[in-house]
């Protein structure tokens, strides 16, 4: 079956500007999280989502927002972005409520300039 | 504070010769725990993972780990390593304890082998 998809794989943006990212993951996976992975800082969690709520949210800033759709598919938004929010960010969907293992998708790769 | 760590950064081995990647944690109570591999231009792949049993866990294209409770380890080894291999290690922890369904990474160990 088809693994995680991560649109679109590279953005460049400038700061200030707002950016949304889309992740749909593994079909009949509900869980849904995203990370943000740079050099040195190894992969940060930022929210995770299932069945349309957020279960758990980590340590960024109120720019950076969720949600998730019935279809389970995942968006992710930063608003006023800053050159330090650079960087992979990374979708993993997983099959349920507890967490057994998460799959991940290729990411996108956000540039600001 | 609950951490993870992978203290070895970057590792540069010949091929055939063994491989131990480090990784701590501080979690307490019931984790499971996981390796991942990301090689270049790849996404994240599950090499291992350990949730209860026997400690010594043995993963994809011949990797395996030890869970020791008593140290908070969960190090990494392959007996002879290939210049595939070439690629960066992520130790990964879940915390059963915590309820939150994220996985809490080190900051990974980027693995050379030449050939």
């Known amino acids: 079956k088809a693994g995680v998809t991560q649109t679109p794989r590279y953005l460049i943006k400038t700061r200030g500007q707002q950016v949304t990212l889309s992740c749909s993951p593994i079909?009949?996976?509900?869980?849904v999280s995203w990370y943000q992975q740079t050099p040195g800082q190894g992969l940060q969690f930022l929210f995770e989502?299932?069945?349309?709520?957020?279960?758990n949210k980590g340590n960024f800033p109120g720019r950076f927002s969720g949600r998730q759709f019935s279809n389970s598919r995942s968006e992710m938004n930063v608003s006023t972005l800053e050159l330090g929010d650079s960087a992979l960010y990374l979708c993993?969907?997983?099959?349920?409520?507890?967490?057994?293992?998460?799959?991940f998708g290729q990411g996108t790769r956000l540039t600001v300039v | 504070a609950q951490s993870v760590s992978q203290h070895n950064h970057h590792v540069i081995l010949s091929e055939a010769a063994s491989l131990e990647l480090g990784c701590n944690y501080s979690?307490?109570?019931?984790?499971?725990l996981f390796w991942y591999v990301q090689y270049p231009g790849q996404h994240l792949q599950l090499l291992l993972k350990?949730?209860?049993?026997?400690?010594l866990v043995k993963g994809i294209k011949g990797f395996e780990a030890e869970f020791i409770k008593s140290k908070f380890s969960f190090n990494l080894r392959k007996p002879s390593v290939q210049w595939s291999d070439t690629a960066e290690y992520f130790c990964?922890?879940?915390?059963?304890?915590?309820?939150?369904?994220?996985?809490?990474f080190g900051t990974g160990t980027r693995l050379t082998v030449i050939p």
């Open positions: 993993a969907s997983s099959p349920g409520q507890s967490h057994t293992e998460a799959f």
């Open positions: 079909s009949g996976h509900r869980s």
């Open positions: 989502y299932f069945s349309e709520t957020q279960r």
């Open positions: 979690y307490g109570g019931t984790v499971n």
């Open positions: 350990y949730f209860s049993g026997d400690p």
């Open positions: 990964a922890v879940f915390s059963v304890q915590t309820g939150a369904n994220n996985l809490f």
